[in-house]
Nanobody, 118 residues
Framework: QLQLVESGGDLVQPGGSLRLSCAASGSAFSMYDMGWYRQAPGKEREVVARITNVGSTDYAEFVEGRFGIFRDNAQNTMFLQMNRLRPEDTGVYYC????????????WGQGTQVTVSS
């Protein structure tokens, strides 16, 4: 089992940057595919970026090269570097972990608020 704790959300001006962190406690972090999702008020949760257990990444179209997802398996931590933030990036950002071979092993963090506003 994994416990996930996000941090790094903040209020930032348009064009600014933030780095989100997802700290995992539990066993076998390196075996999990990880991802960042977000949910804006009144909207459904959507995927932002994902990274597999071997480091392959993919991004939602709206990212447009502005974000980078990476992980440090030695520290049991995943990151999302967000640059050139826009007001539409505002939302609660959630960390997700899933074990590909065992879909019942899926976990979510509690979320961290990102607000992009002048």
């Amino acid at each position: 089992q994994l416990q996930l704790v996000e941090s790094g959300g903040d209020l930032v001006q348009p064009g600014g940057s933030l780095r989100l962190s997802c700290a995992a406690s539990g066993s076998a972090f390196s075996m999990y595919d990880m991802g960042w999702y977000r949910q804006a008020p009144g909207k459904e949760r959507e995927v932002v970026a994902r990274i597999t257990n071997v480091g392959s990444t993919d991004y939602a179209e709206f990212v447009e090269g502005r974000f980078g997802i990476f992980r440090d398996n030695a520290q049991n931590t995943m990151f999302l570097q967000m640059n050139r933030l826009r007001p539409e990036d505002t939302g609660v950002y959630y960390c997700n972990a899933k074990l590909r071979a065992r879909p019942e092993y899926e976990y979510w963090g509690q979320g961290t608020q990102v607000t992009v506003s002048s």
